[in-house]
């Protein structure tokens, strides 16, 4: 063999060699990289529990962080640019809200202010049970369906405004997060409000996650049952500092992330 073909093909050899070193570094840093958040992004996690993952990508302040429902107008803090809604307000556009649906046997219940949002409980009038859950913008002032548990966990009520959901901004994002919404969409008939999972059982699994997740946090002790699933707040010092919904047949826990600072309520 020639002196020129034999550097060729060591040439080639060490070429070879690096390709391959560099592509398994490449895969393990795309492995950790990814990895857990991926796997546990909207699944279960070491937990029991969805989120932060894609619902937040970060903690901060009890959960609050960038995420795939936080879009354009959702952020991990105080919403400095709006003034938050009043009590009065959010009611008025949540009962408007639910003028639309042309759903007998509606009304408001729970009214909490955030700085980026409101959060209003819908329920029947006749069962007292929760019907769906509301977030009314505080600059556009339109009232929507909750995302989250709401629309994955409410067995019922959880397929009204789905059809459209998408809108200009992404999925459930963006600037035009409040145009499109439909109401085509009627209640789930016969759908039993039984489940599993007892109110006093669902409050020891939120404990339980804050324990594990949130030290010195204490779970309210009564939790809002909807068709499928708990809603409940969490405090610390007295004071409101987040709220979590528990899954009515595995105790599975999300947590929210979207509301920002507690600033009042209406019960």
Do not use: C
Request: hydrophobic share 35%.
């Amino acid at each position: 063999m020639n002196k020129t073909l034999s550097t060729i093909l060591i040439v080639i050899a060490v070429l070879v060699l690096t390709g391959g070193v560099f592509f398994a570094g490449s895969m393990y840093t795309r492995t950790n990289t990814y990895g857990p958040s991926m796997m546990f992004s909207n699944q279960r996690n070491n937990n029991n529990t969805y989120g932060p993952g894609m619902m937040g990508s970060g903690r901060s302040d009890y959960g609050m962080g960038p995420g795939m429902m936080n879009g354009n107008g959702w952020n991990n803090g105080a919403n400095t640019n709006v003034t938050p809604l009043t009590i009065d307000q959010a009611k008025a556009v949540a009962e408007k809200y639910i003028q639309t649906l042309n759903i007998q046997g509606l009304e408001t219940g729970e009214v909490m202010i955030f700085d980026n949002n409101a959060y209003v409980i819908v329920k029947e009038s006749e069962s007292g049970l929760g019907a769906f859950e509301l977030l009314v913008d505080p600059a556009s002032q339109v009232a929507y369906p909750e995302y989250g548990p709401n629309m994955m966990w409410n067995l019922k009520y959880g397929g009204l405004g789905h059809s459209s959901m998408m809108g200009n901004g992404g999925m459930m994002g963006g600037n035009n997060m409040m145009n499109g919404w439909s109401y085509e969409a009627t209640p789930s008939a016969n759908v039993s409000a039984e489940m599993t999972v007892t109110p006093e059982q669902a409050i020891q699994y939120a404990q339980q996650y804050l324990d594990t997740n949130y030290a010195g946090a204490t779970a309210a002790t009564d939790p809002m049952q909807f068709y499928g699933y708990y809603t409940l707040d969490f405090e610390k010092d007295g004071q409101i500092v987040g709220m979590l919904s528990v899954n009515g047949y595995n105790g599975q826990i999300f947590l929210h992330t979207w509301h920002g600072a507690f600033i009042e309520e209406a019960k």
